[in-house]
């Protein structure tokens, strides 16, 4: 079964941090590389972040040096850690395969107020 479950979305201030994680099913995330998305109100869905099975991470532009994504391979869970968060963080933050399947969770509300 394909199951992607995220967590640790809030209401935060700017210049917070918060903690994302996502605990997948391990027939997805066996050997995958993994990728946090978000999409803010109005706008489409993008890649904030991905990791490869070896750990190799890449970010986007506009979170470069203020997240670090990570990932627990015994525990099939990846997590997003966001620290100096902006008002332009927020978003509805999913979890998915990268590229991404069809499938995705219901994702985790960040709200950064300013």
């Known amino acids: 079964q394909v199951q992607l479950v995220e967590s640790g979305g809030g209401l935060v201030q700017a210049g917070g941090s918060l903690r994302l994680s996502c605990a997948a099913s391990g027939s997805i995330f066996r050997g995958n590389a993994m990728g946090w998305y978000r999409r803010a109100p109005g706008k489409q869905r993008e890649l904030v972040a991905r990791v490869s099975w070896y750990a190799t991470t890449t970010y986007a532009d506009s979170v470069k040096g203020r997240f670090t994504i990570s990932r627990d391979n015994a525990e099939n869970t990846v997590y997003l850690q966001m620290n100096s968060l902006k008002p332009e963080d927020t978003a509805v933050y999913y979890c998915?395969?990268?590229?991404?399947?069809?499938?995705w969770g219901q994702g985790t509300q960040v709200t950064v107020s300013s």
């Open positions: 998915n395969t990268f590229p991404s399947m069809i499938v």
